[in-house]
């Protein structure tokens, strides 16, 4: 996840999809894939930036079923995911203007962006808060 998103988001108690090896902490907790942070509890305000494609969707619902989390992921609006676990469950929407270039386990900046356009998902009014204070340039929807 680029640090810039994180200083303008956070802070986080909760990382379910962490990366083992990471450069900085992403929140004060972190579940890695030897966790499975899908079957472990959730608490406190999460960050969850999860595996990219399908198994997205397992992740962004329980996003919508803990109701206290900001959610990173491809903007991919016509999916089933989204229509899903986005659309009828989140609070707001940030699109991020450009593309994002994420960092390796290092802490070094991707040569190349992320491929896709980006957008941060906030479950909750606080969140939805967090995304409009941000300062993060796109473009912020409110869902409801």
């Known amino acids: 996840t680029p ?5 303008a988001l956070g802070p986080f108690d909760l990382d379910p999809c962490a990366p083992t090896n990471r450069p900085w902490p992403t929140a004060k907790h972190h579940y890695t894939i030897q966790d499975n942070g899908l079957v472990q509890p959730w608490h406190g305000r999460v960050w969850c930036n999860p595996p990219y494609g399908k198994k997205a969707a397992a992740w962004l619902a329980k996003c919508s079923v803990h109701q206290n989390a900001i959610a990173l992921i491809f903007a991919r609006t016509e999916t089933n ?7 009828n469950t989140a609070t707001g929407l940030l699109f991020i203007k450009g593309r994002l270039y994420f960092h390796h386990v290092t802490g070094k900046r991707a040569r190349a962006n992320s491929g896709a356009p980006s957008v941060l998902i906030a479950y909750n ?3 939805y808060q967090a995304l409009a ?3 993060i340039a796109g473009k912020l929807v409110r869902l409801r």
Do not use: H
């Open 3 to 7: 640090p810039e998103l994180l200083e």
């Open 81 to 87: 995911m989204f229509f899903d676990f986005v659309w």
């Open 125 to 127: 009014e606080q969140n």
């Open 133 to 135: 204070n941000s300062g």
